[in-house]
């Protein structure tokens, strides 16, 4: 019984990892993330994403140090943001969570999507 109950939760820990794995921890790696292989390899694919939330950069702790090297990220990759923001265009369930959050295309600036089709969209609202 308790080599059952063991292998259960191993399974379920390792199900459940790559959906953790997915998201960044606070708001400097994903100020990072903008324009780097993994963030366009997402935004390409965020227009098959099977569901979607956005999250407000305010909510990471040291999101208001953080302004100045986001305003940089978006000036430096701007081509990068520009090419994410017409692929949620495609979306219809990325535009309505970010409708629904209140938020324009354009305030989101970064995004993460787990290997189940969900999208994490980060918006800027500093």
């Known amino acids: 019984?308790?080599?059952t109950l063991a292998t259960a939760i191993a399974l379920l820990?390792?199900?459940a990892a790559p959906?953790?794995?997915?998201q960044p921890a606070d708001v400097n790696s994903i100020i990072g993330s903008i324009g780097k292989s993994e963030f366009l390899r997402a935004a390409s694919?965020?227009?098959g994403a099977s569901s979607a939330r956005v999250v407000r950069l305010s909510t990471f702790m040291g999101a208001s140090r953080a302004i100045d090297r986001l305003a940089r990220a978006?000036?430096?990759y701007g081509h990068d943001l520009d090419y994410l923001h017409g692929n949620l265009m495609l979306s219809p369930i990325a535009m309505q969570a970010i409708r629904a959050s209140g938020f324009e295309v354009n305030d989101i600036v970064a995004l993460s999507l787990d290997g189940e089709g969900s999208a994490i969209l980060y918006a800027d609202d500093l």
């Open 74 to 76: 978006e000036a430096v």
């Open 19 to 22: 959906a953790a794995l997915a």
């Open 13 to 15: 820990t390792l199900l």
């Open 45 to 47: 694919r965020v227009d």
């Open 1 to 3: 019984m308790k080599s």
